[in-house]
T-cell receptor
């Protein structure tokens, strides 16, 4: 069974600086999808960025980018120019390409990010 | 506005009193799913549906029921709630393609006493 590990329960960053959140996963599959979600205090889950495993190029969305290392099974999230609104819980998630009709995400336990003004 | 609407946002009930949490999406998504979020356990899938009248169990289906009579609606039913079902519940939907991200509702905080 696949698992997702986020080794940093809590992190903090100064406003305007850069921070990297770590995520590793365990799978025997070669085809899968990876996601980062953000959960602010409002508790809604918001998609930050996604990556297809067959793509070598790292995904980027504005200030958010990933470092996808397939061989190492690592999928870290870099937040540049951190803003106060980035303070939230961040979850890494894995989706198998071989789960039939189930589009289930397998989740890490999250990293709580604080942003200091 | 494209969204997943989940109600109620908060719910306090007593053991054994049947309840329904509603979920509706306006994005014409084929796939819908329910998750529960618990401290230390993360998010776990309860049920999912890939189409109208097609539902299947996720990882923690015991004590829950769902139905998918219409494409847009996917209610979660607790016929006899117990305190161990106290949790934060999320409804999510997506298109059927594998790279489609899940869109989440705002969550329902359920407390069963």
């Amino acid at each position: 069974a696949q698992t997702v590990t986020q080794s940093q329960p809590e992190m903090s960053v100064q406003e305007a600086e850069t921070v990297t959140l770590s995520c590793t996963y365990d799978t025997s599959e070669s085809d899968y999808y990876l996601f980062w979600y953000k959960q602010p205090p409002s508790r809604q889950m918001i998609l930050v960025i996604r990556q297809e495993a067959y793509k070598q190029q790292n995904a980027t969305e504005n200030r958010f980018s990933v470092n996808f290392q397939k061989a190492a099974k690592s999928f870290s999230l870099k937040i540049s120019d951190s803003q106060l609104g980035d303070a939230a819980m961040y979850f890494c998630a894995y989706r198998s390409a071989n789960a039939g009709n189930n589009r289930k995400l397998i989740w890490g336990l999250g990293t709580s990010l604080g942003v200091n003004p | 506005e494209a969204q997943v609407t989940q109600n109620p946002r908060y719910l306090i009930t007593v053991t054994g009193k049947k309840l329904t949490v509603t979920c509706s999406q306006n994005m014409n998504h084929e796939y819908m799913s329910w998750y529960r979020q618990d401290p230390g356990l993360g998010l776990r899938q309860i049920y999912y549906s890939m189409n109208v009248e097609v539902t299947d169990k996720g990882d923690v289906p015991e004590g829950y029921k769902v139905s998918r009579k219409e494409k847009r609606n996917f209610p979660l039913i607790l016929e006899s709630p117990s305190p161990n079902q106290t949790s934060l519940y999320f409804c999510a939907s997506s298109f059927g393609t594998l790279n489609s991200p899940l869109h989440f509702g705002n969550g329902t905080r359920l407390t069963v006493t």
